[in-house]
């Protein structure tokens, strides 16, 4: 298996990985959520491939200079359980420490107790917060 960074032609296949995982909804554009992603810090944006170029996870990452961000982490349904995914937060979480990230944030849906269990296995906690969001561009 290899991480490397997202191509344009990964598309398709990042985005039905997605679809997959359950990660899409309407109000979210994922080719728009690419598409900006590939503005700002496009690095942080990597994949997981298997010997044949076959992509079987991927995730997007961001700093801000205070806090790290990881969303859309998605593995392949039939790679599940093979630790790309382990793998995948793993060089998420080399690379903001590179850049001196102190701390590395996600959010989960309450719907999904299965992923909250895999973060706590690599050790993320539960933070006592409220996520809030303001839509600032409707897709």
Known sequence: MQIRPFRPEDTDAVIALWQDA???????DPRKDIARKATVQPELFVVATDDGGRVLGSVMAGYDGHRGWMNYLATASDARG????RLLVAHV?????????????????????Q?????????????????????????
Do not use: M
Not at 22 to 28: D, I, M, Q
Not at 115 to 139: C, Q, S
């Open 93 to 113: 979480e080399a690379a903001l420490l590179e850049l001196g990230c102190p701390k590395l944030s996600l959010q989960v849906r309450t719907t999904n107790p």
């Open 115 to 139: 992923v909250v269990a895999f973060y706590e296995h690599l050790g993320y906690g539960i933070d006592d917060t409220i996520a809030l969001g303001k839509r600032l561009i409707t897709d």
């Open 22 to 28: 359950g990660l899409t909804r309407p109000w979210n």
């Open 82 to 85: 093979q630790g790309v995914g």
